[in-house]
Each structure stands twice: as C-alpha cells, then as structure tokens.
C-alpha cells in the first residue's frame, strides 16, 4: 500500500499494549500516520486484564521509532467537554487531524435482572455520546476538500445476541445506527464513515478456555488478534477506500456464532 506521509490520525481507548487500540496505531505508524492516541488508565485497572500503568508511554516510544510524530493524554471521554478539548489539543500539537478511530469502550457483564441506570449512563456516555461529539467535533474542524476518514468499533450486535452483556450490546448497537446516518451528513465535506466489527479477539481477557470454545468456531482455526481488525482499518483510512461509506464491516475470520 502507497505510503501517505503528513496524515494525521486519533485513536482513543489505547491503553494495553496488547489491545485493538495499540494494534491500531503501529499499523498506522508504519503506514506514515502521525499519531495522537488517548488512554484511560482508571477504567482498564478496574478490569479483569488490567494494565500497568508505564504501558502507554512504552507504546509511544516504540511508535515514535517508526520515524512519526507521536502525542498522547489521559483523557475521561464521560467528560462532557473532552471531545472538544480532545480536538483542540491535537491541533495544537500535531494540527488538522485527518482520521478519527473511535476505539474507546466501556462494557461491564449485566443482564435484565441487575441493569441499573448507572451502569446503563456508564456505557452510554463512552460508548455513544463520546463517539458522537467526537466525531462531531472532528467533522467541524476538518480543514480539507476530502481524505477525512471516520472509523467506528462496534461488535457485531447485529449478528446475534449476546446474553449477559445487555448494555454494552445495546451501546455498541447504537454506533451502527450513527455509522450509517453520519456517513450521509458528512460525505458532502469529504469523510467517509464506517464501522468495524472485530468478532472475538484475543487482546488478553481471553482464559485458555475460552480459547478451546472460539477456536472451532473460526474456519482458520485461530483466534483473531488485534493486528487483523488493524489492518482492515488501515486500508479504510487510505486513499484507496475513498469510496467506501455507511459500511458496518464484519472483519472477524469468518467467526460463526
């Protein structure tokens, strides 16, 4: 693939090294993307996985060896002001961000006898209100006639149920409904806007059993890792995918559930 230097990129919800997000910015960063990446470090600690807390800055050194500019923050996307706050700062230290991934995501495991309000606003305010005025944001300040690239993370919730996790399905069934509407509005100023869903990828939640039981299921006969969902996106954000919007792309091995 041609590389396209001086691009800039967003990626949020990068906080493991072993995560999407991550896979996301070295694809990107050997593609010639400069890069500005936020994390969250008190929502991943809370997590199964967790993190260690150096794990951000140790992905920026390595990103910063591929020869691009590389910025990241701390940021809560529950904020009602980061995505604007977001915007302003990469101005200021890369200029017009050309791609926006919205990578970051919160999912707790409920059902219809322990949902709560809270835990429900939890996932709503990452999951969809920071996806939309982020990409919002994002749209207003795109400076250019066209190359701007919006790409959404969603899970497939369209595919099929998934007890046992009813507000993040419900959340992240949302983005897809946003991916296509804003797709509309926004290609007359030159963004394409899409989703990716990953299907069942081993970013470190994953315990040997659960490996057994996914493994039959994808006809290669491995787990899908954080690379191959990457690399779909780093063809969606080229040049070449200039004509590919409103898409909610299954980018999962052919996983059957």
């Not at 809560?76 to 604007?84: F, I, K, N």
């Not at 969603?154 to 509407?181: H, N, R």
């Not at 299921?217 to 040049?239: C, H, N, Q, Y």
Request: neutral net charge; glycine residues 8%.
């Amino acid at each position: 693939m041609k590389k396209l230097k001086d691009k800039i990129a967003i990626v949020t919800g990068v906080s493991r090294l072993k995560g999407i997000g991550a896979a996301i910015c070295k694809e990107f960063a050997e593609t010639g993307y400069h890069i500005f990446f936020t994390y969250w470090a008190e929502y991943d600690k809370k997590t199964p996985w967790s993190i260690t807390l150096d794990e951000p800055l140790k992905l920026k050194e390595e990103l910063l060896k591929k020869g691009v500019k590389v910025s990241c923050m701390e940021l809560d996307l529950t904020q009602h002001d980061a995505p604007e706050q977001l915007i302003n700062i990469v101005i200021e230290k890369l200029g017009f961000p050309d791609i926006l991934v919205n990578n970051a995501a919160y999912s707790t495991n409920n059902d219809f006898s322990n949902v709560t309000a809270e835990v429900l606003d939890k996932h709503y305010l990452v999951n969809v209100r920071a996806t939309v005025l982020l990409s919002g944001k994002f749209a207003q300040r795109f400076d250019k006639k066209s190359g701007g690239r919006i790409v959404n993370i969603t899970s497939g919730q369209f595919q099929g149920p998934m007890p046992g996790e009813l507000a993040y399905a419900t959340t992240k069934g949302a983005v897809d409904a946003l991916t296509i509407t804003l797709s509309a509005e926004l290609a007359p100023l030159g963004i394409t806007v899409n989703a990716i869903n990953p299907g069942p990828t081993d970013t470190g939640w994953m315990t040997e059993e659960i490996k057994t039981q996914l493994k039959p299921l994808f006809p290669f006969g491995r787990i899908g890792e954080p690379k191959d969902v990457a690399k779909t996106i780093k063809f969606l954000v080229s040049d070449e995918a200039d004509w590919i919007t409103g898409q909610i792309i299954h980018s999962e091995g052919g996983f059957k559930r």
